[in-house]
């Protein structure tokens, strides 16, 4: 061979070690609230739900092992974007997901577009980033969004009542949700009262609750999530409100356990995830995550189980863990599991699937512990989830 040939075969040589190296195993990082107010709804239960994806496939990918870690931001962006660096950085890892506080998921995402890396949003709800921060090289927004939110409760604004009063929590998620829901209550006939901005982990919902009472409203929307949409409720309940509630953290079952149908008994909520409870894959996937858990699993911690097992079917069937390789896969493969019967995922990386207007029983209406919510509808997620060419993603311009 002459020294061409042989330089050739020694460049050939190094790039299949160094694939060979990049491709040695499959990292996970599950980024959520470990120990604050979103940890019921998400936490430790999102950590385990992506543990079982994994294990659907004998915890390898075509060989190569499959490793789920996790990390507390503690709702705290520079905490988030400090992990994420490291785990992209040092440990590898392939893919973040769940991350659930919108304001961390802004900072998590910029670094993952500089390092080519993959990121599923699951808790995380801001609009935005199917919109004008859209990455879907890159990016996957996969359980629900502020836009899908305020035209599910948009669509059933002649149920609720005509007159709202929003109680929003101050940062990136509260504001998205706000902004979100405004123009589909207009747009379907209602009036908004007023509006009051509390500060995340807030303690004491007195003042806010006596503005909204104030105000006479049919309805009050509690824009916020965790623990302060339950201590807003609580103070409502207290305050004896007469109004209707939509409490859009309200999908935490353990944390509406603990609450107690008492106090959340005939409020509202829009859950992305339209469970199927007459499913027997459903009956069992539930069965196993309580014998683990010791809980019922929440829409989040269900859609972080469905986002990994989505990507993980992507990583088997291209045997890459390349981004762009394993989003276009996953566009091509209708998301059927537990958590959605008729999932897609479209170009601006928004998955589309139905969700569910629910409200929650009476203690007298319940039949067991876990027995909290009865559906009220049913929406289709191409009704709800914003039009693909009115989200302004930068990346699909002119195609």
């Given at each position: 061979?002459?020294?061409?040939g042989?330089?050739l075969a ?6 299949s ?9 499959v ?9 604050g ?7 430790n239960g ?6 079982m994806?994994?294990?659907?496939f ?5 060989g190569k ?8 931001h ?14 992209y ?13 919108s ?23 801001s ?8 990455a ?11 836009y ?5 409760v ?6 609720l ?26 747009k379907?006939?209602a009036?908004?009262?007023g ?33 302060d ?9 207290e ?28 409020a ?6 339209a469970?199927r ?18 809980v019922?699993p ?13 990507y ?11 981004p762009?390789?394993v989003?276009?896969k ?7 599991d ?6 897609y995922?479209r ?16 203690p ?12 009220v ?8 989830f ?10 699909l311009?002119?195609?």
């Amino acid at each position: 061979m002459n020294k061409v040939g042989l330089a050739l075969a020694a460049v050939l040589l190094a790039y299949s070690s160094t694939a060979h190296a990049e491709f040695d195993r499959v990292k996970i990082g599950v980024l959520t609230d470990l120990s604050g107010i979103y940890e019921s709804g998400t936490g430790n239960g999102s950590v385990e739900a992506a543990k079982m994806a994994a294990e659907e496939f004998g915890g390898k990918i075509n060989g190569k092992p499959i490793e789920v870690i996790a990390g507390d931001h503690q709702n705290k962006p520079d905490v988030g974007a400090t992990i994420a660096n490291r785990w992209y950085d040092i440990d590898k890892a392939d893919l973040v997901t769940e991350v659930v506080n919108s304001a961390v998921a802004f900072a998590v995402l910029d670094i993952t577009k500089q390092k080519n890396k993959m990121l599923i949003l699951n808790g995380a709800g801001s609009a935005d980033f199917t919109g004008k921060l859209c990455a879907p090289d890159n990016s996957v927004h996969w359980v629900y969004d502020t836009y899908e939110l305020g035209a599910a409760v948009g669509e059933t604004a002649g149920l609720l009542g005509k007159k709202w009063f929003f109680i929003s929590a101050d940062y990136a998620f509260g504001a998205a949700l706000e902004a979100g829901l405004r123009p589909m209550l207009l747009k379907n006939g209602a009036e908004i009262l007023g509006a009051v901005k509390h500060p995340l982990g807030n303690l004491d919902f007195s003042s806010y609750v006596l503005q909204a009472q104030a105000a006479n409203p049919d309805v009050i929307a509690l824009n916020s999530g965790g623990d302060d949409t339950i201590g807003a409720l609580k103070a409502i309940r207290e305050f004896g409100v007469k109004a209707k509630v939509m409490g859009f953290g309200l999908d935490s079952p353990t944390g509406v356990r603990a609450m107690g149908l008492q106090v959340a008994q005939g409020a509202y909520n829009v859950t992305a995830w339209a469970r199927r409870d007459d499913d027997p894959e459903t009956k069992a996937w539930i069965a196993k995550f309580m014998e683990r858990r010791k809980v019922f699993p929440g829409a989040f911690q269900v859609g972080t189980y469905s986002g990994v097992r989505s990507y993980l079917k992507a990583v088997e069937s291209t045997n890459s863990t390349d981004p762009k390789i394993v989003i276009a896969k996953m566009r091509q493969t209708p998301v059927r599991d537990v958590f959605t019967a008729d999932g897609y995922l479209r170009a601006d990386g928004r998955m589309v699937h139905s969700v569910a207007l629910v409200q929650y029983k009476s203690p007298a209406e319940s039949t067991g512990e876990w027995d909290l919510s009865k559906v009220v509808a049913t929406l289709k997620g191409d009704d709800v989830f914003r039009p693909l060419n009115d989200g302004g993603c930068p990346a699909l311009a002119g195609k």
